[in-house]
Structures are given as C-alpha cells and as structure tokens.
C-alpha cells in the first residue's frame, strides 16, 4: 500500500480516536472487567487500525470493530502470559466465551457504557481526589501528567493515586453500572460534585502562575455536556449551564498580561455569547421543572450577570432573591459571603460589611482570602483606609495564586498614596 493512500487513512484513525477513544475504552472496560486490560487493549486495537486498514478499508462500523479487536487482542495475551499464569487461563476462557454477536455493542450500549463509566470512577468508596484523578484520566482521557500539573501535583503521585483506586474498584468488587433508581439521586450529587470540583479548579485555581486553566474546566464541560445527553436531569442542566455562563466570561476575566479583572470592570463585548445563550437555555428548562437545586440556582445568579448589558444594569435585588433560594437549600458561608456582596451593590457598602463582618466574626471563613478581599473593598469604599489596608494584607497572606496576589498588592499600594 502506497504512502499516498496510507497517510489519509492514518488521518482516519487519528479523527476516530479523538472522538470515540472513550467510548471505546469504556465498552472495553465492561467486557473486561479490568481498566488496566482495557487500556491496553485500547491501544492494541488502534495500532492494529493504523496497520490493517490501510489495506483492508475503514470498517463500516469502527467503533464495534476497535471493541471487537481490542478484545480479541486482550483474550490472545491473556492466553500467551497464562503459559506463565495459570490464574490467567480461567479468565481469558470466560472472556472468550461470549459470543461474536452478543458483544458488538450498538449505539445505546455504548452510550450506557459512558454512563457506567462516569458512575464507577466516582463511586463513594474511592477518596475524593481519587475520584477527581479517575475522572480526568479514564472518562476524558487526559495523561497523568497533565492531571498532575492541573492540580499541582507531581505525576509519580498523582500515577499512584490512579494505581490505587483502579486496586480499589478491583479488589472491592465495585460493580461497574449505573446505580439503582433508589440509589441515583445520592450517587447522581456526587458525579455533578466531582465535576464541578474540576471545574473549579480549572475556572479558580487554588494556587499556580495563571488566573484560569482553561484545558481544565473545558474538560469539565465536555462532561457535563455527556451527562446532559445521557442523563437529562434538572441539577444536571443546571451544572452545565452554571459551567458555560461563567467560562463565558472567561476572555475578559484577566489582561493581556495576566492580571485580574474584576466584574464591574470587565469588557462585556468580550463574553461568549453563544455560551450564555446555551446556559440561559438549559437555566429556564432545569427551572422549569420545579425540581432544580442550588446548580440551577447558581447558574440562575449567573444568568442575572449575563443579562445585564453594563455593571450598572445589573439587578442585584433578583441575584439577593436567588441567593435565598439557595441558602434555604444549601447553608453555607461562602454562600452567604456572595450575598453579603450583592447587598452591597444593592444597600451600600455599610450594608454588606456588616453582614461579611458578622461571618468572620463566626470563625468559619478566617483563613479563606476572598472573605478578607471583600472585606477590604468595602472599607476602601467607605473611606476606612486603616481598616482596608489591614484587610488587605491577610488576604494577600492567604492568597496562592499569583494574579490574585498582584491585585492585592495593587490595591494596598493604592491605598499607602
């Protein structure tokens, strides 16, 4: 086979695994039964893509014929090493005992394998930052080094933390499906919150050089876009449309150099809007069921944000309304420390410092940066300069990351003029 008609070929397969790879991994990991075997049956049936096809064609059906040979493959070495492991004669008879046509999955199967997928990395048996780790690594498929670096940590430690919740879901015999209908909504909230924790440290990092990762909290759309198509649930609509409103704002959330923009002060023309669009959309339906939570309500904030052509337009009395809701639902200081600042825009900035006054007081946001940031703001617009400066300064102790640590050492330089 030439070269010319070689190379489009091998275009083919690059274009298949970038849009089926997963898919395929997790129907794999089904008639497996192992991510270890799956994985490397993964790459055997594309390397035997890149070789046979070539010659023979693409399949009319590439998926099922990647499923079809990566098990094969995973059968045939299981064979040759039980020459060696006697253990492994037992299982690679069991894999081979299903039949041709009972295990080319169809369209729905494999969706249903995604879904199971997404279930079994963030079981409840498994660490959260397990869960986070198994997430990124086996359903989006990013490389344990780019894992490592997205939550600063080094990829040695990070490749463990893989190695033990695969050891975990192995050795517990977690099975791997979707849960019970009784069982769903509990295990549903800790799927949305493994994402929305990818996100946020993608969308706020805790510590690191840049104001976003954009690779990361992208990575936390793709799978909320998943979960709306395989599960369309109300909080499930509601987290990604809370997602897609906020990284709208991403292109305008920081300057040329790096350096914060606030809010008020960003350049509107900058948003994405057909993200907010889409956002607003999937807000009205979750709303409209009558069965959203605080997602729904979190994006509905961000929707009033999104709406308002300038700063000034904003209706803040709404956003005081939608914070409520939400602290009914969900009792949580950082919460109240949003709506604190909301009343601040609404009252005045008296109004606001003594309800974010009233929180520190409480202890429960004393070494959270943001708390003592808006703190300072309200004091430098009140004219209490000492104060603000204070305030300040244990922000910027507390601070990780490097743009946010620019900001407020601009503001306390502003202040000492």
């Not at 920081?254 to 057909?274: I, K």
């Not at 939608?322 to 109004?351: F, H, K, Q, T, W």
């Not at 305030?391 to 910027?396: H, N």
Request: proline fraction near 5%; charged fraction near 30%.
């Amino acid at each position: 086979m030439s070269e010319v008609i070689a190379e489009p070929i091998r275009a083919v397969v690059d274009t298949v695994y970038r849009s089926d790879s997963r898919r395929v991994l997790a129907t794999l990991i089904r008639l497996l039964g192992d991510f270890d075997l799956a994985e490397e049956a993964l790459h055997d049936a594309f390397a035997a893509a890149v070789e046979r096809w070539p010659h023979d064609g693409v399949p009319a059906n590439p998926r099922a014929w990647l499923v079809s040979t990566g098990r094969f493959k995973a059968i045939d070495g299981l064979r040759r090493r039980s020459r060696f492991d006697a253990a492994l004669v037992e299982l690679a008879d069991r894999l081979g005992a299903v039949s041709e046509p009972d295990m080319i999955p169809d369209e729905e199967s494999i969706e249903d394998d995604r879904l199971r997928l997404i279930f079994t990395c963030c079981h409840p048996a498994l660490p959260p930052d397990s869960q986070l780790a198994l997430t990124l690594r086996e359903v989006c498929g990013l490389t344990t080094e780019a894992i490592a670096r997205a939550f600063l940590t080094k990829a040695p430690t990070m490749a463990q933390r893989i190695v033990r919740a695969k050891a975990k879901i192995r050795d517990a015999g977690i099975p791997y499906q979707v849960p019970s209908r009784a069982d769903l909504p509990e295990r549903l909230a800790l799927v949305l919150h493994v994402v929305y924790l990818v996100f946020n440290e993608g969308y706020a990092p805790s510590s690191g050089e840049s104001l976003t990762r954009h690779d990361v909290s992208e990575e936390a759309i793709r799978l909320g876009r998943l979960l709306v198509e395989l599960l369309p649930e109300p909080e499930v609509m509601g987290l990604l449309a809370l997602m897609l409103l906020h990284e709208s704002r991403r292109a305008a959330r920081s300057t040329t150099s790096g350096d914060v923009v606030l809010l008020d002060e960003q350049d509107r023309s900058l948003w994405d809007r057909d993200r907010i669009a889409k956002g607003t959309e999937l807000v009205e339906q979750a709303l409209s069921s009558r069965r959203f939570g605080p997602y729904t309500l979190q994006a509905a904030i961000a929707a009033v944000h999104a709406e308002a052509a300038r700063a000034a337009d904003t209706d803040w009395a709404q956003i005081i309304g939608l914070y409520d809701l939400l602290l009914e639902s969900e009792r949580s200081p950082v919460i109240e420390l949003n709506r604190a600042a909301a009343v601040a825009m609404r009252d005045g900035p008296a109004a606001g410092l003594d309800l974010i006054d009233d929180i520190l007081h409480r202890g429960e946001l004393k070494d959270y940066h943001l708390a003592h940031s808006a703190r300072a703001d309200l004091c430098r617009r009140l004219g209490r300069n000492q104060e603000a400066r204070d305030s300040y300064r244990r922000a910027l102790e507390l601070a990780r990351l490097d743009p946010e640590r620019r900001f407020l050492e601009r503001r306390l330089s502003e202040l000492s003029h």
